[in-house]
């Protein structure tokens, strides 16, 4: 089932935003929600302003049975159904509508952490590559929450070194059955699970290795469960080891092909790193709310805290980061939607080719994931300066949402680890001709030995120019880092993380700030009256941006050259990072007073 009809959005290639221009009709923004996806929205934000809210105390506490009860009532209301095919009990919505359940639903992390695992790395494995006989059996479970789901990748040794685990798994001589030993940590929802999908290298009779992944009820014999691990933050959700000691389980039960488990684990992990965004979204937005009204409410110096500068920063300053993570979100799922949109002109998507074309933009789900993790840490310490010493007491949700946060930096690969995939992934598809990146290179490097030019690459006619002017800029700067690095290093640049974390984070922050410039002409354009917000937000976005993005390039032209070479490079990048820098104490006011007023996240 889609809510979407037919549209202009493009289905542009996973990382192409790097090398080609979009206009604000052809990205999808939150403000093009359609009449469904609106009561979507709008249910979602009900539920959890009414169950999840009121039973904080309880699920932080795990009072037996309480997280497994919130996840049924969200069941009954179809959020953990979104994903699975009709067939099985699923509603099979569109890539927006599901983002829209994640993103509004994350008010408590422990929930959405639990929730996100369910509906997502516990469920598409089997979505993707179950048998029908394994479809059939175990997804209406997993629909209903009858069953919750859980993970088994990592292990003690092997966290983002996932393809090194030590897990076993051998078959019988007969053939009926494969008997797995080993343990896995750090599994969610461990402790509530009815079903673990568990990775394992099948030893086969020559020693060869091969790896894979299984389907394991919760009551086969020699499964156990360890004790519930103490945590940091989310306190709610179930954190436990998983120990398989002599697990016979039958032979039908392998998911997938022998030896294919690492195309499992990597594809599904994608949109876990694309819902965990949209959760950062979430719960930026709620952490935001309490900022702007303590900001208010609280009085010093004879007035409301709000009309200080300061505070006025660190509001408008976790408001612009929330608009580009939300807008990345957003931009993201409809390319999907569009592309599978393509597909069923002629026929209903597959599996497999749902799973392509999230596959697609896992370049665009690794930025999001680094940048939303990354913005609901700031938003939430910048919570907790706000509300100063209350907001380091366990009284207020200030200390909660700060705890809670850090472990998005950590799950569905580290942030370190993330960096490296979209770097390596650009590189990688340049070198096999997916991505014309090669060329566009050799342009920004002919341009650069031609002299200076006045043509800045935006319209001086349209709205937010200064802004566009940046994004051009910063999309210069980023080719000329990526062709200075690969003359220098070659094959061997992937050795240099250093370098390929500088440039993922000048490739994330275009995409970043051309989600929101992209978003806020749309606004513009159709008269929205959070548009000279939208607008404010992304000047603050724009000046933050190009100078992470020069302070990166100086780095990486600093470890490929010396000299002479290395005077004439930092030239070259003082004329392409040249721009006039925007009024961020007006901007900063206006989008604090915007917010203010409506006494939460403006836009």
Same mark, same amino acid.
């Given at each position: 089932?889609? /809510?979407?009809?037919?549209?202009?959005?493009?289905?542009?290639?996973?990382?192409?935003?790097?090398?080609?221009?979009?206009?604000?009709? *052809?990205?999808?923004?939150?403000?093009?929600?359609?009449?469904?996806?609106?009561?979507?929205?709008? /249910?979602?934000?009900?539920?959890?302003?009414? +169950? %999840?809210?009121?039973?904080?105390?309880?699920?932080?506490?795990?009072?037996?049975?309480?997280?497994?009860?919130?996840?049924?009532?969200?069941?009954?209301?179809?959020?953990?159904?979104?994903?699975?095919? !009709?067939?099985?009990?699923?509603?099979?919505?569109?890539?927006?509508?599901? %983002?829209?359940?994640?993103?509004?639903?994350?008010?408590?992390?422990?929930?959405?952490?639990?929730?996100?695992?369910?509906?997502?790395?516990?469920?598409?494995?089997?979505?993707?590559?179950?048998? *029908?006989?394994?479809?059939?059996?175990?997804?209406?479970?997993?629909?209903?929450?009858?069953?919750?789901?859980?993970?088994?990748?990592?292990?003690?040794?092997?966290?983002?070194?996932?393809?090194?685990?030590?897990?076993? #798994?051998?078959?019988?001589?007969?053939?009926?059955?494969?008997?797995?030993? $080993?343990?896995?940590?750090?599994?969610?929802?461990?402790?509530?699970?009815?079903?673990?999908?568990?990775?394992?290298?099948?030893?086969?009779?020559?020693?060869? !290795?091969?790896?894979?992944?299984?389907?394991? !009820?919760?009551?086969?014999?020699?499964?156990?469960? $360890?004790?519930? *691990?103490?945590?940091?933050?989310?306190?709610?959700?179930?954190?436990?080891?998983?120990?398989?000691?002599?697990?016979?389980?039958?032979?039908?039960?392998?998911?997938?092909?022998?030896?294919?488990? =690492?195309?499992? #684990?990597?594809?599904?992990?994608?949109?876990?790193?694309?819902?965990?965004?949209?959760?950062?979204?979430?719960?930026?937005?709620?952490?935001?709310? =309490?900022?702007?009204?303590?900001?208010? !409410?609280?009085?010093?110096?004879?007035?409301?805290?709000?009309?200080?500068?300061?505070?006025?920063?660190? %509001?408008?300053?976790?408001?612009?980061?929330?608009?580009?993570?939300?807008?990345?979100?957003?931009?993201?799922? $409809?390319?999907?939607?569009?592309?599978?949109?393509?597909?069923?002109?002629?026929?209903?998507?597959?599996?497999?080719?749902?799973?392509?074309?999230? *596959?697609?933009?896992?370049?665009?789900?690794?930025?999001?994931?680094?940048?939303?993790?990354?913005?609901?840490?700031?938003?939430?310490?910048?919570?907790?300066? /706000?509300?100063?010493?209350?907001?380091?007491?366990?009284?207020?949700?200030?200390?909660?949402?700060?705890?809670?946060?850090?472990?998005?930096?950590?799950?569905?690969?580290?942030? +370190?680890?993330?960096?490296?995939?979209?770097?390596?992934?650009?590189?990688?598809?340049?070198?096999?001709?997916?991505?014309?990146?090669?060329?566009?290179?050799?342009?920004?490097?002919? +341009?650069?030995?031609?002299?200076?030019?006045?043509?800045?690459?935006?319209?001086?006619?349209?709205?937010? /120019?200064? +802004?566009?002017?940046?994004?051009?800029?910063?999309?210069?700067?980023?080719?000329?880092?990526?062709?200075?690095?690969?003359?220098?290093?070659?094959?061997?640049?992937?050795?240099?993380?250093? %370098?390929?974390?500088?440039?993922?984070?000048?490739?994330?922050?275009?995409?970043?700030?051309?989600? #929101?410039?992209?978003?806020?002409?749309?606004?513009?354009?159709?008269?929205?009256?959070?548009?000279?917000?939208?607008?404010?937000?992304?000047?603050?976005?724009?000046?933050?941006?190009?100078?992470?993005?020069?302070?990166?390039?100086?780095?990486?032209?600093?470890?490929?050259?010396?000299?002479?070479?290395?005077?004439?490079?930092?030239?070259?990048?003082?004329?392409?990072?040249?721009?006039?820098? $925007?009024?961020?104490?007006?901007?900063?006011?206006?989008?604090?007073?915007?917010?203010?007023?409506?006494?939460?996240?403006?836009?």
């Amino acid at each position: 089932m889609s /809510t979407h009809t037919e549209s202009p959005i493009v289905a542009a290639p996973g990382g192409s935003f790097l090398i080609e221009s979009r206009i604000p009709a *052809e990205i999808f923004t939150h403000e093009d929600l359609n009449e469904e996806q609106q009561q979507v929205a709008a /249910t979602a934000a009900r539920f959890a302003r009414e +169950e %999840i809210q009121p039973a904080i105390e309880a699920i932080e506490a795990k009072q037996p049975g309480v997280m497994i009860g919130v996840l049924r009532k969200a069941a009954d209301l179809g959020f953990t159904a979104v994903d699975i095919p !009709e067939e099985y009990g699923g509603l099979n919505l569109d890539k927006v509508s599901s %983002i829209l359940i994640t993103d509004h639903i994350s008010t408590l992390a422990s929930f959405s952490t639990a929730f996100g695992a369910h509906i997502g790395i516990a469920s598409l494995p089997l979505i993707w590559y179950g048998t *029908e006989e394994q479809k059939q059996r175990y997804l209406p479970k997993l629909a209903t929450c009858e069953w919750i789901g859980a993970y088994g990748l990592s292990e003690a040794s092997s966290g983002s070194d996932a393809m090194h685990i030590r897990t076993r #798994a051998v078959l019988s001589a007969d053939g009926s059955h494969y008997t797995l030993n $080993g343990e896995k940590q750090w599994i969610t929802n461990c402790g509530i699970a009815g079903l673990y999908t568990v990775f394992a290298k099948i030893i086969e009779p020559d020693g060869s !290795e091969k790896f894979s992944a299984f389907l394991i !009820e919760r009551d086969t014999p020699g499964l156990s469960v $360890g004790n519930e *691990e103490h945590k940091l933050g989310i306190h709610g959700s179930s954190t436990c080891p998983l120990v398989l000691t002599d697990c016979k389980i039958p032979a039908a039960n392998l998911l997938g092909e022998a030896g294919k488990g =690492h195309h499992i #684990a990597f594809n599904v992990l994608n949109v876990g790193r694309f819902k965990l965004c949209s959760a950062c979204v979430g719960g930026a937005r709620f952490a935001l709310t =309490h900022m702007v009204r303590y900001a208010k !409410e609280r009085h010093a110096f004879g007035k409301s805290i709000a009309e200080f500068g300061m505070i006025q920063r660190k %509001i408008s300053m976790s408001v612009a980061r929330l608009f580009a993570a939300e807008s990345m979100v957003y931009r993201t799922a $409809g390319m999907m939607d569009a592309r599978l949109e393509q597909i069923g002109s002629d026929h209903a998507p597959t599996e497999q080719e749902t799973r392509t074309t999230v *596959e697609e933009y896992a370049i665009e789900c690794s930025i999001m994931k680094v940048y939303g993790s990354e913005m609901l840490s700031f938003v939430t310490d910048e919570l907790v300066a /706000t509300m100063g010493g209350y907001g380091y007491v366990e009284e207020y949700p200030a200390e909660r949402l700060y705890r809670d946060a850090r472990i998005n930096r950590i799950f569905e690969g580290t942030n +370190e680890i993330n960096r490296l995939i979209v770097s390596g992934w650009i590189m990688k598809r340049a070198m096999k001709g997916q991505l014309p990146v090669m060329a566009a290179i050799k342009r920004v490097m002919d +341009e650069i030995m031609e002299p200076p030019s006045f043509d800045n690459g935006a319209d001086g006619d349209l709205p937010l /120019t200064r +802004e566009a002017t940046v994004v051009a800029a910063m999309k210069k700067i980023a080719l000329f880092m990526a062709g200075v690095a690969s003359q220098r290093f070659m094959k061997a640049l992937e050795n240099e993380q250093e %370098i390929m974390a500088d440039l993922a984070d000048t490739i994330s922050q275009i995409f970043a700030l051309e989600s #929101a410039l992209l978003r806020a002409r749309k606004m513009n354009d159709s008269g929205k009256a959070s548009a000279p917000v939208a607008a404010a937000i992304t000047g603050l976005l724009a000046d933050e941006s190009i100078a992470l993005a020069e302070q990166a390039a100086r780095r990486v032209l600093v470890a490929c050259a010396e000299g002479d070479a290395l005077q004439m490079q930092l030239a070259i990048l003082r004329r392409l990072a040249r721009f006039t820098p $925007g009024d961020a104490v007006a901007f900063s006011r206006a989008a604090t007073a915007a917010a203010v007023a409506a006494e939460r996240y403006p836009i």
